[in-house]
C-alpha cells in the first residue's frame, strides 16, 4: 500500500484524518481507504445522539493503541464525512498502526465469519 497523504497532515503533538463513517453497520470495523486518501470505517452504532461518534472513537482507539481521550473529532460530528485528530502519534505511525490493525483483524475475522 502507498502511504497516505491524510489530507490534513501533521499536526504539533499529533495528527489529524479524514474519516468516512457508515453508520448501522453489521460490525465495527476499519474497511479501507478511500481514493481521495479518507478512511472508510462502519459502526453498528446509529447516528443519533453522538452514539456513532462514540462508536469511531471506540475503533480508532482499539486500532491505534491509545486512549480514547487522545482521539478528537474535530469537524463533522453530524455529519458521515470527519476529521479526527490524534495526539500523540504522527501520521506514519497512524498508517502502520491501521495496517497492522487491519492485517490483524483480518486473520482473526476469518474464524468469526464461520
Do not use: W
Not at 476499519?30 to 456513532?52: C, H, N, Y
Not at 469511531?56 to 474535530?74: D, H, P, R, T, Y
Request: no cysteine.
Amino acid at each position: 500500500m502507498p502511504p497516505h497523504k491524510f489530507q490534513f497532515g501533521h499536526g504539533e503533538g499529533g495528527a489529524a484524518l479524514t474519516i468516512k463513517v457508515i453508520p448501522r453497520a453489521r460490525k465495527n470495523e476499519i474497511v479501507s481507504f478511500m481514493s481521495d486518501d479518507t478512511l472508510k470505517v462502519r459502526v453498528t452504532a446509529p447516528p443519533v445522539e453522538g452514539a456513532a461518534n462514540e462508536a469511531v472513537i471506540q475503533l480508532l482507539a482499539e486500532a491505534l493503541g491509545v486512549s480514547k481521550n487522545k482521539i478528537n473529532i474535530v469537524a463533522g460530528e453530524s455529519h458521515s464525512q470527519k476529521v479526527v485528530s490524534v495526539m500523540g502519534l504522527s501520521a506514519e505511525q497512524i498508517d502502520d498502526k491501521l495496517k497492522q490493525y487491519k492485517i490483524a483483524k483480518k486473520h482473526g475475522a476469518d474464524d468469526e465469519d464461520e
